[in-house]
């Protein structure tokens, strides 16, 4: 049975710090740098040195306030995940990355063929690396974990064992042959008329599956990571389900959707950072979490970088530069429009709009490692255009600003100098975002007037000054750059409607 539930409070309010009255964090009482190297100690003005060592079961944090309630936010990106872990004030007092398993990253770059890839295992191993990776010492005070995930990655389950009963569909996996069906059942240019949409992959799989489908259930990536928390399978949230149909703005599935043969499967659709239930037993007491520990739904990977930005007037914009490259604009207006992968995700009384492409750092890392992108970027003369055109992709199809399947990678030619040959694809990408939000604009939506940037592409200087260049507008870093920033606000957020 379909249901669905909206919680009163406003998301809004989690990105406006003067209203929970949060001061902005000034220090990192516990950094972890890696899913085993522990960094602690309080930055200061004297600049001591910090103290480091490497064993995870060690009491990291001696000067922790005792009783203090906490908040764990996870997020699990395209290529790897992090977690952030927040008091009340929302100061970081531990975060940490695990990257996917070897064989994972192999897949992303395509290198090994998806049949022999064991998506699922790899998920739910980090998923239990990074709670290995929180401090001992700080579990018990945790209240409460959201979880984001990757937008329109979609998991088929049997709904009475947990069973995955397909490989799961990927963000960016495209199922053009049940497109013309969800056209014929959908409002035109919907969020779900185009091929990579979850709609597509749930009714490609209904189509070609003949086994028993009695017991089936969807479920985003971030809906399954949090039930192995919870144990309570079929919950998602209104941001994850916004591709499978479900529509916030009247805060329910839609009849035309409700009339398929295949609606029982969809979830349960609560508002994100809606408490779901407490942390399963055997998890709690394996990692040493409260009894109390609540387990809220998450979001998508780009609304948590957006809610960690805390961008609060239209106009703002987060460009998430991570694997992929994903814009987010608040606007007064909700636009949709499937022709150029545009959708809108709901944010109190106003909406997040944007778009992803499959452009990003992804192809950056296939042909550059992080210490050439760094000493290459330094050369690069940001103030000047590079005369290279190219539309940086990993292979073939596009999402965001352009929805074309087939769209061809382009990365040729290739001058000599490695320099300029990085400067085109990061001037390439900034065009690739210009393009996007100038068509924003003109499909009606707030113009865009200042963007905050998150991600990993956020720590390249050279880069941000060509965007300013090329989009025209004030470009600067996010106070938190992190999705699983925004993820601990959410779970910060169950936490107090629990205690209502």
């Known amino acids: 049975m379909v249901t669905s539930v909206y919680a009163s409070q406003s998301l809004l309010l989690l990105v406006q710090p003067s209203c929970l009255k949060w001061r902005l964090p000034t220090s990192k009482k516990l950094i972890i740098s890696s899913g085993s190297v522990f960094t602690i100690g309080h930055k200061s003005k004297s600049k001591q040195p910090m103290v480091t060592f490497r064993n995870s079961k060690r009491d990291a944090n001696a000067d922790f306030e005792a009783g203090k309630r906490l908040y764990l936010g996870m997020d699990f990106g395209t290529s790897g995940a992090r977690y952030a872990l927040i008091d009340e004030e929302g100061n970081i007092l531990a975060e940490g990355k695990r990257d996917y398993s070897s064989f994972m990253v192999a897949f992303q770059f395509e290198a090994m063929n998806k049949e022999k890839v064991d998506l699922v295992q790899s998920w739910k191993k980090t998923l239990f690396s990074l709670l290995e990776d929180v401090p001992v010492s700080l579990r018990s005070n945790i209240a409460s974990i959201s979880v984001d995930g990757t937008s329109a990655t979609t998991m088929i389950m049997d709904g009475k064992t947990g069973e995955s009963l397909s490989k799961p569909f990927l963000y960016n996996d495209s199922c053009p042959d049940a497109l013309p069906l969800v056209k014929s059942i959908a409002p035109e240019n919907h969020t779900v008329c185009i091929g990579s949409s979850t709609l597509c992959k749930l009714v490609s799989w209904w189509n070609s599956c003949g086994s028993n489908k009695d017991s089936v259930v969807l479920l985003h990536q971030a809906d399954w990571l949090s039930w192995l928390l919870h144990g309570k399978l079929g919950v998602s949230d209104y941001n994850n389900a916004l591709k499978v149909g479900y529509d916030p703005e009247i805060d329910s599935y839609p009849p035309w959707l409700l009339a398929q043969p295949y609606s029982f499967v969809l979830p349960s659709v609560q508002a994100p950072g809606t408490p779901i239930g407490y942390m399963k037993e055997d998890v709690r007491t394996n990692f040493g979490f409260s009894e109390n520990c609540v387990i809220c739904t998450g979001t998508t990977d780009s609304i948590a970088a957006f809610l960690a930005a805390r961008a609060t007037q239209p106009g703002k914009a987060v460009t998430s530069l991570g694997s992929t490259l994903a814009i987010k604009l608040l606007s007064t207006r909700r636009i949709e429009d ?97 393009k996007g939000y100038n068509l924003l604009k003109d499909l009606g939506a707030t113009p865009v007037e200042e963007v905050f940037t998150a991600g990993g592409g956020s720590k390249n200087d050279k880069w941000i000054k060509i965007r300013e260049r090329v989009l025209g507008l004030p470009v600067h870093k996010a106070l938190q750059t992190e999705a699983c920033y925004g993820a601990a606000l959410l779970a910060m957020k169950g936490s107090s409607l629990k205690g209502r």
Not at 369 to 391: F, G, H, R, V
Not at 394 to 418: C, I, K, W, Y
């Open 338 to 434: 499937s022709r150029y992968g545009v959708y809108s995700h709901r944010l109190d009384d106003k909406w997040l709009v944007g778009g992803a492409s499959n452009t990003g750092g992804a192809v950056l890392r296939q042909m550059f490692t992080d210490d050439q992108l760094e000493k290459l970027s330094e050369k690069i003369n940001s103030s000047e255009a590079s005369p290279l055109d190219y539309y940086p992709l990993l292979s073939v199809g596009e999402r965001f600003p352009v929805a074309d399947p087939n769209m061809q990678p382009r990365l040729h030619p290739r001058p000599e100098s490695d320099v300029e040959y990085l400067h085109g694809i990061l001037e390439s990408i900034a065009r690739i975002e210009a």
